[in-house]
């Protein structure tokens, strides 16, 4: 009988230790979970495909979530063999988002063609597919360079 106590004391212990442990790991989870995960689509060096790459960035960024994945878009991969989108060098100037259409100032290094980086025109499409596919709530995108609008 003193033996049956003791097992079932110690499976109780062993149960209450593991809920407990269970408990506080969620609750840590849930108080430094400051990041989301992000789906970007870069340009290969193989003519016609895409690499896809996912990043975890902050939830709440002093730039706003939008301008922070655009700037983190700008940077490139960090794959090998993927093309930049745009030119070297080309940063957002301001990015902002009114009734669900976002507004993105580019710096005019945008407009420098190398070859490490795609067409223009096939810069901004991926620009606007990596948009419209990490944030719902954007139905329409204007691209503007320099504070000029950028025609399509």
Same mark, same amino acid.
């Given at each position: 009988?003193?033996?049956?106590?003791k097992v079932?004391y110690i499976r109780?212990?062993v149960?209450?230790?593991?809920?407990?442990?269970?408990?506080i790991?969620s609750l840590l989870?849930l108080?430094?979970n400051?990041?989301?995960r992000?789906?970007?689509?870069?340009?290969? +060096?193989?003519?016609? @495909?895409y690499?896809? #790459?996912?990043?975890?960035? *902050?939830k709440?960024?002093? $730039?706003?979530?939008?301008q922070?994945?655009v700037?983190?878009?700008?940077?490139?991969?960090?794959?090998?063999?993927?093309k930049?989108l745009?030119?070297?060098?080309t940063r957002?100037?301001s990015c902002f988002?009114?009734?669900g +259409?976002?507004?993105v @100032?580019?710096?005019? #290094?945008?407009?420098a063609? *190398?070859?490490?980086?795609v $067409?223009i025109?096939?810069?901004?499409e991926?620009?606007?597919k990596?948009?419209?596919a990490?944030?719902?709530n954007?139905?329409e995108?204007?691209?503007?360079?320099?504070?000029?609008?950028a025609?399509?």
């Amino acid at each position: 009988m003193e033996y049956s106590r003791k097992v079932h004391y110690i499976r109780l212990s062993v149960f209450s230790l593991i809920i407990f442990l269970f408990l506080i790991s969620s609750l840590l989870f849930l108080i430094s979970n400051k990041k989301e995960r992000r789906l970007f689509i870069f340009p290969s +060096v193989d003519e016609g @495909n895409y690499v896809v #790459e996912y990043r975890y960035l *902050e939830k709440n960024p002093v $730039q706003g979530k939008i301008q922070l994945f655009v700037d983190e878009l700008l940077l490139g991969s960090g794959i090998e063999r993927t093309k930049l989108l745009f030119a070297r060098g080309t940063r957002v100037l301001s990015c902002f988002l009114r009734k669900g +259409v976002l507004f993105v @100032n580019l710096s005019p #290094e945008l407009l420098a063609q *190398e070859d490490s980086a795609v $067409q223009i025109q096939e810069g901004v499409e991926l620009l606007k597919k990596n948009i419209k596919a990490n944030f719902g709530n954007v139905s329409e995108i204007e691209i503007y360079v320099d504070g000029k609008y950028a025609y399509e």
